[in-house]
């Protein structure tokens, strides 16, 4: 795990500052510096061709194997419903996996050029933005991956269209071929979204009717946003949190996990992981009422952004100490002022954005209603949240039924994490990295503790992990885990879980594209000769005063 700095001001901490600022200027400014041609030509060029060769192969294998419709008229007017069935749908279903894993070992080797395991070998900005705009346009024709949620997406936005309320009602009350889609644990559930996406749901629902595949693809255009945000504001943070621009776009936008589940999987976290780092990069460059703005659009469209916001509070606050001192007022207001003063501040312009997004879904007071049906991801139980671990292992030891058991496992550990969430905002407060991180601690807190979690959900800590310095050690856990995370669901969404076998088999690839990060050959099968072969890449030539790690 990255550390926070507990002492911004000293002239390391500053010298590091102007370093990774001069990556990040570097790395954009020399970031076409070989030609496509040149560039495919590299080890690097092979990996982003494998990797857009396994994106094609998850699209392909989706129309059979992923989270299909239960009609679908479109592959029997081109009489492929076969591959839905017996044999087709064993072939569909190797064909996803072979993209994922194609994927996941470009992905790998890329890591390897971004990092500098592998000598000679280099990846730049733009480079890996085009890799992640070629990697993603397969996607954008497939069918849902590895989740259904776009199905309840279209349908919440169907009911607003249709005049119900989506927050007090659930889609069964507006039968049809959005509703037959649903996953059926989520039929009588009402919306557990902000207002801002139940409008994006409503607006695509009035543009394409009742069309599940025009939804589905406007859906995901809708997700582009939060993508380019990410793109945009990820290699940003590292310019106060100490990482290098390069490997943040690499672990937290090009991962097979985030585009395969986060586009692929049509979620709204894709938006709302956009919005909220962009927030965070904007008050950290001091754009305080305008990042909250942001985060509170973010919040609109789903509720977790709103965690970075009292943590942003402290940075407002340090800012204004630093930019007082630069004035040479030596009277610094109280601190309690200080923070009343600024917290308020945020408070309304939150509030603001958050009244008038809700006026717009036309919903009145039950506008709000959508806090409310957070609860509703109780429905989910998996091994992925801790809750669920410790109420399995009690019903090994004691006569406790599952249910009885995650009634009080759920309870100890939402008293658990009010405490975390409690200590990291108050712990981490005096320094812009240090308040960064807090919101690290208290993402992954939500993630472990919660009721339920989905392999997608790490996609919020990644977003800011990824802007710290990382070792190699660290990062080949978080390639191991964000490997092991992306295999354990089935295409069609189902839980692979509780299948030994589909475990074991993950556990593996997970370990060995952790080893993989760091050697070429972790499984000594005798072809690193052959990389190395063509590991000859000519280095940018760095100019004077500015570091190469970009």
């Not at 909220?276 to 952004?305: D, P, Q, R, S, Y």
Request: charged share 10%; glycine share 10%.
């Amino acid at each position: 795990m990255p550390t926070p700095d507990t002492d911004a001001a000293t002239p390391g901490a500053l010298r590091a500052a102007t370093r990774v600022d001069a990556d990040l200027a570097y790395a954009t400014q020399h970031s076409w510096m070989r030609s496509s041609a040149d560039f495919v030509r590299t080890p690097e060029g092979h990996a982003a061709i494998l990797g857009f060769f396994g994106a094609i192969m998850i699209t392909f294998g989706g129309f059979g194997a992923g989270s299909t419709r239960k009609y679908d008229p479109l592959l029997e007017a081109a009489h492929l419903s076969w591959l839905r069935y017996g044999h087709g749908y064993a072939l569909s279903t190797v064909f996803v996996w072979i993209g994922v894993l194609a994927m996941i070992t470009a992905w790998v080797r890329l890591g390897r050029a971004t990092i500098g395991t592998v000598p000679g070998a280099k990846v730049t900005l733009n480079e890996l933005r085009a890799i992640v705009g070629i990697w993603l346009f397969p996607l954008l024709f497939a069918v849902p991956m590895f989740s259904r949620d776009a199905y309840s997406y279209l349908a919440q936005g169907a009911l607003l269209r249709d005049g119900f309320n989506p927050y007090t009602v659930g889609p069964v009350v507006n039968p049809g071929v959005l509703l037959e889609n649903v996953s059926p644990v989520w039929t009588n559930t009402t919306a557990p979204y902000g207002p801002i996406f139940l409008l994006i749901a409503r607006g695509i629902t009035s543009i394409t009717g009742d069309n599940v595949v025009a939804g589905t693809i406007a859906l995901r255009l809708v997700m582009l946003p939060g993508l380019a945000l990410m793109m945009w504001a990820v290699p940003h943070l590292t310019k106060h949190l100490g990482g290098k621009p390069t490997i943040a776009l690499w672990l937290a936008v090009l991962n097979p996990l985030v585009l395969i589940h986060l586009i692929g999987g049509v979620h709204n976290e894709m938006l709302m992981v956009g919005l909220m780092a962009a927030g965070i990069a904007l008050v950290l460059e001091h754009h305080h009422v305008a990042g909250i703005v942001v985060i509170a659009i973010g919040v609109a469209v789903k509720a977790t952004a709103g965690v970075a916001l009292p943590f942003l509070v402290w940075i407002w606050m340090i800012h204004e100490r630093e930019k007082r001192a630069a004035r040479g007022e030596g009277d610094l207001p109280h601190p309690v002022a200080m923070f009343a003063k600024i917290a308020g501040l945020g408070i309304a312009v939150f509030a603001l954005v958050f009244v008038m997004a809700t006026a717009l879904t036309g919903l009145g007071r039950d506008g709000f209603g959508w806090l409310t049906a957070l609860s509703g991801s109780k429905k989910i139980i998996n091994w992925l949240s801790l809750p669920t671990v410790m109420a399995h292992a009690v019903t090994w030891v004691t006569p406790f039924g599952l249910d009885s058991a995650l009634g009080v496992t759920r309870t100890i550990c939402a008293i658990a994490l009010v405490g975390v969430l409690v200590w990291a905002w108050w712990r981490f407060k005096h320094t812009e990295k240090e308040a960064v991180f807090g919101i690290l601690i208290a993402f992954v807190a939500i993630v472990i503790l919660s009721p339920a979690a989905l392999p997608w959900y790490y996609s919020w800590p990644l977003a800011l992990a990824a802007g710290f310095a990382l070792s190699t050690t660290t990062l080949q856990w978080l390639v191991g885990v964000c490997t092991w995370l992306m295999l354990v669901f089935q295409p069609d969404g189902s839980i692979g879980l509780y299948n030994f076998i589909h475990v074991a088999l993950a556990t593996f690839a997970a370990v060995v594209a952790a080893l993989a990060l760091r050697t070429v050959d972790p499984l000594k099968l005798g072809n690193e000769h052959l990389h190395r072969q063509h590991e000859v890449v000519p280095a940018a030539p760095v100019p004077t005063g500015t570091s190469s790690t970009a």
